[in-house]
T-cell receptor, first 116, second 116 residues
Framework: AQKVTQAQTEISVVEKEDVTLDCVYE???????LFWYKQPPSGELVFLIR??????QNEISGRYSWNFQKSTSSFNFTITASQVVDSAVYFC?????????????FGRGTSLIVHP | DAGVTQSPTHLIKTRGQQVTLRCSPK?????VSWYQQALGQGPQFIFQ???????QRGNFPDRFSGHQFPNYSSELNVNALLLGDSALYLC???????????????FGPGTRLTVL
């Protein structure tokens, strides 16, 4: 069975602060994919990143960075110098083979509020 | 490049009624998945369609059914609506990759269903 835990329900920061969103996952599969999605108030889930289980290199994209550590089954997401537009719910998801098709399991999400 | 589109945006129904939600996948995608997202929760997988057939199904009753058309668009039908069916229904499209399941899922804006 697959499981994704986002222990932080809500995080509140002031603009320009750095913030890290935690994600811990469980799976018995050796091949799997990890994702982060952003859900602004409009409701649409916006794809941010996909990482496969064989690639533990950290990734940076502008103000966003991701830290994947298989040893702790974590895939954390850091926003540097947060902005008000970063306010949204962020979901971590895990996708592994299940009957031959990868269906992502989502965490419950972390609501990020960035105050001006 | 058109993204995933869904209609209608909002819908209000009463208990016992039936509803049909529609989804057009992102250009080039051939697989459609449907999710239910209750308030404050992560998306829950309902089912996935590929080649006009239901390929995989989550833990949802038979009241939830679907269809995929030759142009890859899809419908989600829910019969005998219950108050608990009130949620955001998200459609996601992806591309089937031979031997690897599907690629990253891209989501539409969702349909907000309210059952009174």
């Amino acid at each position: 069975a697959q499981k994704v835990t986002q222990a932080q329900t809500e995080i509140s920061v002031v603009e320009k602060e750095d913030v890290t969103l935690d994600c811990v996952y469980e799976t018995r599969d050796t091949t799997y994919y990890l994702f982060w999605y952003k859900q602004p108030p409009s409701g649409e889930l916006v794809f941010l990143i996909r990482r496969n289980s064989f690639d533990e290199q950290n990734e940076i994209s502008g103000r966003y960075s991701w830290n994947f550590q298989k040893s702790t089954s974590s895939f954390n997401f850091t926003i540097t110098a947060s902005q008000v537009v970063d306010s949204a719910v962020y979901f971590c998801a895990l996708s592994a083979t299940s009957g031959g098709s990868y269906i992502p399991t989502f965490g419950r999400g972390t609501s990020l509020i960035v105050h001006p | 490049d058109a993204g995933v589109t869904q209609s209608p945006t909002h819908l209000i129904k009463t208990r016992g009624q039936q509803v049909t939600l529609r989804c057009s996948p992102k250009s080039g995608h051939d697989t459609v998945s449907w999710y239910q997202q209750a308030l404050g929760q992560g998306p829950q997988f309902i089912f996935q369609y590929y080649e006009e057939e239901e390929r995989q199904r989550g833990n949802f009753p038979d009241r939830f059914s679907g269809h995929q058309f030759p142009n890859y668009s899809s419908e989600l039908n829910v019969n005998a609506l219950l108050l608990g069916d009130s949620a955001l229904y998200l459609c996601a499209s992806s591309l089937e990759i031979s031997g690897q399941g599907t690629d990253t899922q891209y989501f539409g804006p969702g349909t907000r269903l309210t059952v009174l």
